[in-house]
């Protein structure tokens, strides 16, 4: 069994590695609660927990006096794995995700569409007091321009989480950004051309997508898996055929697959780029919102000076309007500053007076933790509705963190039409059709478990359930 993850979720892994194996098929009776204690020396209610949690999927079901058996969606109800590009792609999706950033940000609709995690446990009075606090002992030099590559005080404290991580770093090589955005847009300029490849994830965050388009690059789409982050033998193959100056990829929790890579396949990954001489852009926005027991660490750890830049922010965990980032580039830092002071000077110094308060006061560490179990209840609630209100044969993924599901609605639906009935019904989702460089993902969606949960809420994914039913049987 792995370390570092809670133990019901490695009696999940067992599972489904017996389902993999062939060793339980649907239909088939799963071991008894005493029985696989006993063979995997865990606690009955450790079992018991990682079996309510298959069930809350619709993985397997419970038999009164006869107990547990794998269901008819035991094997299939993750996403499917999707294909290696043949050829980098020129990138035009601009107008597509403007369209949809309109929408989705509508104060009207019930926000699926929109991956604020913050949203799910609110921190707006302690960062209120901070923010009174903060003006009251700085006065009105926190309202002028701050240092041009951030605020130290601000990057020793990030420095001192990477410390915990095990990870030692210089804040030399550190400067904060507006946002991980900002952060990506310089990491890509300090290593590519206009014209050259960045390999990217498939499914990848549109951010990034954006990104490369406005930069002039082309892309180079590597599937990810649902459980496991980037395919290494695609990316190993794409390399091997083209000419890649970066691979940009969320090393920790892939969005919108939730997908989580194991630190040995992110050493395994920077192998395979050192090997190339390609450069790793990590993003690691999602690495504190992990579910497993720890947060494991980034592919910087395992990187010798210039071959990973990371990119992260505080915009998933204390406050995406504060718009507070940074990039960590050991080798390219004079270039990273360079760009940084072009494109917007500095970042702002308030906003990242109170982030380093917040830090130091240990009071952000404490949110972080009910953040994550917050957004793990909500998860499992998520993944209970759609079982129950989404036609069955609608395939999920099972994040490993994050706050965000991707569901493969069958050929039959086009997420892009589901987006606009959803958003005439009040309630917006992001179409799978953003998430590709090419026209992959038609018929996938994002959805959003980062926000309050509520009895609306559940209405709200009873409608999209409903929708997607009607689109299937050609009503719509
Ligand atoms: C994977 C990923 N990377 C980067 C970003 C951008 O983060 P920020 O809001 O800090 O600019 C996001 C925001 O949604 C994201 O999901």
Redesign the pocket.
């Known amino acids: 069994m792995h370390h570092g993850q809670f133990l019901y979720q490695q009696v999940i892994d067992v599972i489904n590695e017996m389902v993999t194996n062939e060793l339980l098929t649907p239909g088939s009776k799963l071991p008894s609660l005493r029985k696989l204690a006993q063979q995997l020396s865990v606690s009955i209610p450790t079992i018991k927990q990682a079996y309510y949690q298959l069930e809350a999927q619709g993985r397997i079901y419970s038999k009164e006096k006869s107990g547990y058996f794998l269901s008819d969606h035991g094997k299939s109800t993750l996403p499917k794995r999707c294909k290696l590009s043949v050829a980098p792609t020129e990138v035009n999706k601009q107008s597509l995700i403007e369209q949809v950033y309109e929408g989705i940000h509508s104060p009207h609709c019930a926000p699926f569409g929109i991956?604020n995690p913050v949203a799910a446990m609110s921190n707006e009075l302690v960062l209120a007091k901070m923010m009174r606090q903060a003006l009251k002992q700085a006065g009105s030099q926190i309202l002028e321009y701050g240092a041009m590559d951030g605020l130290d005080r601000l990057k020793r404290q990030i420095a001192q989480r990477y410390l915990h991580m095990g990870l030692s770093v210089s804040i030399d090589d550190m400067v904060i950004t507006?946002?991980?955005?900002?952060?990506?847009a310089i990491a890509l300029q300090c290593v590519t051309k206009p014209g050259e490849v960045v390999a990217v994830e498939s499914p990848c965050?549109f951010?990034?997508i954006e990104l490369i388009e406005n930069l002039g690059l082309r892309a180079l789409e590597i599937p990810v898996c649902p459980d496991d982050g980037l395919w290494l033998e695609d990316l190993e193959k794409a390399l091997n055929e083209h000419e890649v100056s970066a691979c940009i990829c969320?090393t920790s929790i892939?969005?919108p697959l939730g997908s989580v890579m194991p630190e040995s396949r992110r050493q395994a990954l920077l192998e395979i780029l050192v090997a190339k001489g390609v450069t790793l852009i990590e993003?690691d926005?999602?690495g504190d919102l992990h579910f497993s027991k720890h947060r494991g660490k980034p592919a910087q750890y395992y990187a010798s000076e210039g071959q990973v830049i990371t990119?992260d922010?505080?915009?998933?965990t204390a406050a995406?309007s504060y718009?507070?980032?940074w990039i960590l580039a050991p080798g390219f830092a004079a270039q990273a500053r360079r760009f940084k002071r072009a494109l917007s000077c500095s970042s702002s110094l308030i906003n990242q007076w109170v982030l380093a308060d917040y830090l130091a006061s240990g009071d952000y560490e404490r949110h972080l933790r009910k953040l994550r179990q917050r957004l793990m209840d909500n998860k499992q609630k998520m993944l209970m509705c759609i079982r129950s209100f989404f036609p069955s044969d609608v395939r999920v993924s099972d994040p490993g963190g994050g706050c965000v599901v991707w569901l493969e609605l069958g050929s039959d639906v086009d997420g892009g039409e589901l987006f606009k009935l959803a958003m005439a019904e009040g309630v917006s989702i992001t179409p799978g059709q953003l998430f590709s460089v090419s026209e992959r993902f038609q018929n996938c969606i994002r959805i959003s478990y980062g926000l309050p949960w509520n009895d609306g809420v559940e209405a709200n994914i009873k409608k999209l359930g409903d929708l997607v039913a009607k689109l299937k049987s050609g009503e719509h």
């Open positions: 991956a507006n946002g991980a955005q900002e952060a990506l965050y951010g990034i969320s892939n969005n993003d926005v999602y990119c922010s505080f915009s998933k995406p718009r507070v980032g």
